[in-house]
C-alpha cells in the first residue's frame, strides 16, 4: 500500500483540485482521509490518499481474472427461477438495511443455495461464505423462500417426455 499527500487550499486551489480529481481517476484509492488543517498563514485540506499501483479497477498485485457468470445458462430453468427469487430477496434485505447486496451474500452463494435446495441452517452455513452470523440473521428469510419454491421437474415428470408403463 502506498500513500499519496494533497494540500488545497480551503480559499479555493483549481489546480491542486485538478491533481487530486486526476490521481483519484487514475489510481485505485483504498482510503482517503481528510483533514482541516488551521495555520497562522492559511488555513487548507490535507487529504491523504492510500492507494494500490495500477489504474483504478484493477490491482497490480491481482490481475482480475474473475468472468461473469451466466447463471441462466449454468444453472436448470427452475434453478434458476428460485435464484432469481432469492436475488430479489437479498436485495430487499439490503435495501431494508441500508447496505450493499453484496455484504448479504454473493450471486455464487445464491446459486449454491438454489442448485442446493437447502433445507436447514446446518446446510446453509456449508456454503462456502455463510457462516454463524450471516445464516442467524439471514438463514430464515432464505430457508422460507427456498421452502415456496415449486420442486424440480425430473426428465420422467415433464410433460413432453415419454410416460412410462409399469412392468
Not at 430487499?92 to 438495511?97: I, N, Q, R, V
Request: glycine share 4%; hydrophobic share 40%.
Amino acid at each position: 500500500m502506498q500513500f499519496r499527500l494533497f494540500c488545497i487550499s480551503a480559499t479555493g486551489d483549481a489546480e491542486g483540485e485538478a491533481a487530486l480529481n486526476a490521481f483519484l481517476r487514475s489510481h485505485r484509492a483504498v482510503a482517503v482521509q481528510r483533514e482541516l488543517v488551521r495555520t497562522s498563514a492559511s488555513t487548507y485540506w490535507c487529504f491523504c490518499v492510500e492507494y494500490i499501483d495500477g489504474p483504478h479497477g484493477t490491482s497490480a498485485t491481482k490481475p482480475d481474472s474473475r468472468r461473469r457468470v451466466d447463471y441462466k445458462e449454468r444453472l436448470s430453468e427452475a434453478d434458476f427461477a428460485l435464484f432469481v427469487q432469492l436475488r430479489e430477496l437479498r436485495k430487499t434485505m439490503a435495501a431494508d438495511e441500508a447496505i450493499p447486496v453484496y455484504a448479504i451474500c454473493t450471486n455464487e452463494q445464491l446459486a449454491a443455495m438454489a442448485e442446493g435446495r437447502a433445507s436447514s441452517i446446518s446446510e446453509l452455513k456449508a456454503i462456502d461464505g455463510l457462516g454463524d452470523a450471516k445464516t442467524e440473521k439471514y438463514g430464515a428469510a432464505f430457508l422460507d423462500a427456498i421452502s415456496r419454491a415449486p420442486p424440480r421437474q425430473s426428465q420422467e415428470e415433464k410433460p413432453d417426455a415419454p410416460s412410462r408403463k409399469p412392468d
